[in-house]
């Protein structure tokens, strides 16, 4: 990811991402005497000149660098997409008195259960 900077005559008005430059200036209010912004990408001195035309959503889509989620996408509904696969079990009541007397409670407790349970599994199979 490059870094660019822009500039009003002596002024540094935003640097950072392409993203965050060009939301920037898109988000302030030129002044009538003031000489319009210039953006320069900082590892080559280039001067790029931007389209600031539109709302914000344009801009996020115009300046959303391939394969980087833009900062302001809204989270989708419901759970989030961690590669997690959820397993629901149903316990009896005997099995969540037994978990309340676990030291840690019932995260604990099935982080050791799941612990124990590899353990025996890999000894087992050395075994057979």
Do not use: Y
Request: charged share 25%; with cysteine; hydrophobic share 35%.
């Amino acid at each position: 990811m490059s870094t660019h900077i822009a500039f009003s005559g002596s002024t540094c008005l935003a640097s950072g991402s392409l993203l965050d430059v060009a939301s920037c200036l898109h988000a302030q209010e030129p002044a009538s005497d003031a000489p319009p912004p210039l953006v320069f990408e900082l590892e080559t001195g280039r001067q790029i000149d931007l389209d600031l035309s539109g709302t914000h959503d344009d801009i996020v889509e115009r300046f959303s660098e391939p394969g980087v989620p833009a900062a302001r996408e809204k989270p989708g509904r419901g759970r989030p997409k961690l590669g997690v696969v959820g397993r629901e079990v149903t316990l009896l009541p005997r099995h969540w008195e037994w978990l309340e007397r676990q030291r840690g409670g019932a995260s604990a407790a099935g982080a050791c259960a799941t612990t124990s349970t590899r353990a025996t599994r890999t000894s087992s199979e050395n075994f057979s």
